[in-house]
């Protein structure tokens, strides 16, 4: 899995960022450990489903990055476009 964040740096997964886009990094990689480390199917759909997971809830076609794409690939499924939807 390969996620870009509109408007995203590599600080978001720093305290050198702002409360929002550090929000949005934590909950994304939260369901990703749960999903592998705790075995939790039901982390799938955060990681892949229409909305993005954090709070409070927004479309994830508004946080990811237009100009790059995000994907995913595992459980049997693959999204080339995360924008578009899996």
Same mark, same amino acid.
């Given at each position: ?6 408007? %995203?740096?590599?600080?978001? @997964?720093?305290?050198?960022? *702002?409360? !929002?886009?550090?929000? $949005?990094?934590? =909950?994304?990689?939260? %369901?990703?450990?749960?999903? @592998?480390?705790?075995?939790? *199917?039901? !982390?799938?759909?955060? $990681?892949?489903? =229409? ?14 990055? !237009? ?5 995913? =690939? ?13």
């Amino acid at each position: 899995m390969q996620v870009v964040f509109a408007g %995203a740096t590599h600080f978001c @997964w720093s305290s050198q960022t *702002s409360e !929002a886009q550090h929000d $949005l990094a934590h =909950a994304n990689t939260r %369901a990703w450990f749960d999903r @592998w480390l705790k075995a939790d *199917s039901a !982390a799938t759909t955060r $990681l892949l489903g =229409a909305t993005a997971p954090r709070s409070p809830p927004r479309a994830t076609v508004d946080v990811l990055s !237009a100009r790059f794409p995000s994907a995913a =690939a595992f459980d049997e499924r693959a999204c080339g476009d995360l924008r578009v939807g899996c």
